[in-house]
């Protein structure tokens, strides 16, 4: 006997996520359709989905106002950046508390994890003076070691222990029956098998960077270094109010790639959390 649903139950299951998925597509929609309008359509009533007169000069504008270009490859290599160093801390810290027994380590696993309590808010000072002292200020390092070392990379620390936790031990005896050691049983065994975990520590590490804006505004002073969070504020007119056909263009090309990245890896990004127990 076949499980599918019936034609109409289906039907009525896809209309109501269609439903309920109108009011997260439609602020987006709005966003990208209205930074092709004129200023005085935007805020018209009622909203037009669709603008009537195409109008590129907002993104034009963009360019002009600020050095966009390069806040955007700043926003870009500063994310691969962390990104990669998070995947390399957190895989080893990881696979160390999920394979290594030593005196002490649940204890510091309760340590790591803690981090995860503390706001950023909170030493976001503490922060700022001891960059401060090794002259690290309007530099990119601060946004480049404080994701790395921080919160994300504890949440990454905890999915790839998971991870590692599920593995068959036979694995690392089957290794050290061939001559690996420990280090040569996490390349060639642990690690290659850790890609779905990998690649849902990747996403949401890239995303984390891309939109941080709290230390951006802390640690930066020069346009030409500013990443793309703290970019968008700068969009204002001589008396300080918002010029909003240019915001929303800037913010669409911030906001698509993203969008893009995560539609074609959230398989990847669902499969991940699923394979480390965190799947809701």
Known sequence: MSNRLPLRARMAIYGLI??????????????VTSSFKPVGDIFAFPPSLIPTDLSFSAYRRVFELQPFAQQYANSAYIAVVVTIGTLAVSSLAGYAFARI?????????????VGLLIPSEVTIVPLFQMFNSVGLID??????????????????TFIMRQFFVTLPGELEEAARVDGLGRLATFWRIALPLARPALGAVAIFTFLHSWNLYLEPIVFLSTPEKFTLPQALTQFVDAYGGPMWDVQLSAASMTA??????????????IEGLAHTGLKG
């Open 256 to 269: 698509l790639p993203v969008l893009v990245v995560f539609v074609i890896a959230q398989r990847q990004f």
């Open 101 to 113: 027994r030593f005196r002490g380590q649940h204890a510091l696993f309760l340590v790591v994890l």
């Open 18 to 31: 269609c439903l309920l998925a109108v009011p997260f597509v439609f602020p987006t929609w709005w966003m």
């Open 139 to 156: 530099t990119h390092w601060p946004l480049i070691l404080v994701p790395m070392l921080g919160a994300p990379s504890v949440l990454a």
